[in-house]
């Protein structure tokens, strides 16, 4: 018997990289148009429309269905199965994924990571290596929920525009901090997205980004790390890169480097620079 992880899209971890890997597409509509996340449009191709500013566009968690098909394969096969899906505080993932579940309680184990992106793929990572460790998916489930508790999510977004189409702050406030260049770091805490300190100008940011990840706990490079970026362009984040670089230089090669996908980067907008890691 085999253990299977289930992911949503939102963990930027391509399916076809881990033979143990299931992942099941969130939606992401422009107008009437409605996209399976990174299956029937590229993340380029979601960027590309996003800047053009003429429509925002929408996300939405995958249906109970579409967990349900996915469960019925993988018990009809055998195997059981680990879901980890973005936190419950900010998609309805989590309860389509546990509705889908009824009848399956015995092969199926959901974690909520209370995080999201990169971040939730630094926790698929972990589970995929206790995959290889040959540990049952209820055990996987039991270690990635303590194991959570130590996760960390550190975003520097470039732009509030996008913050402001989404509603999650006002215009007023959108617009002074885009003539001011002012740069906002999140973090997740609790489950929910929560701004952590505003800097003005591309150093300061970066001198913030270092701050934060030394206030709330050193970095254990015996996990997974992995950096993202949202947006096209990766040359516009290389200073970022360049001036955080300090962070894991001597301690492990160049993490992981991946572009976020269209759920995520539809609120913050292109030109975020994402760090996930375990703390020590």
Not at 39 to 59: A, G, H, M, N, Q
Not at 220 to 232: A, E, I, Q
Request: with cysteine.
């Amino acid at each position: 018997m085999a253990v299977k992880i289930i992911v949503g899209s939102t963990c930027d971890i391509e399916e076809n990289i881990e033979k143990d890997l299931i992942v099941v597409p969130l939606h992401v509509t422009f107008g009437e148009e409605d996209f399976l996340d990174s299956v029937d449009i590229t993340k380029d191709e979601f960027y590309e429309r996003l800047e053009k500013k003429e429509e925002f566009p929408k996300t939405s968690q995958p249906t109970p269905v579409a967990f349900m098909d996915v469960y019925k394969k993988v018990v009809d096969a055998g195997d059981e199965a680990v879901v980890i899906v973005l936190s419950s505080k900010l998609s309805g993932t989590y309860q389509s994924a546990f509705l889908a579940r009824d009848g399956f309680e015995d092969k199926i184990f959901i974690v909520d990571s209370l995080n999201v992106s990169n971040a939730e793929g630094v926790l698929v990572d972990y589970a995929l290596s206790l995959v290889k460790e040959g540990k049952s998916a209820r055990e996987i489930a039991e270690i990635l929920d303590e194991a959570k508790k130590k996760l960390r999510l550190i975003v520097l977004v470039d732009t509030l525009e996008y913050l402001e189409r989404g509603g999650r702050i006002s215009k007023t406030s959108a617009l002074i901090g885009n003539l001011f260049s002012v740069k906002v770091l999140l973090t997740m805490k609790d489950g929910v997205i929560t701004s952590v300190g505003k800097a003005k100008g591309t150093k300061n940011a970066n001198n913030l980004f270092i701050s934060e990840i030394e206030r709330t706990g050193s970095i254990d490079f015996t996990k997974p790390l992995k950096l993202g970026y949202t947006g096209r362009d990766v040359k516009k984040i290389d200073k970022y890169i360049r001036d955080t670089k300090k962070l894991w230089e001597g301690k492990i090669p160049s993490p992981e480097f991946i572009q976020i996908g269209s759920v995520v980067g539809t609120h913050t907008g292109p030109g975020a620079l994402f760090l996930s890691y375990f703390c020590k």
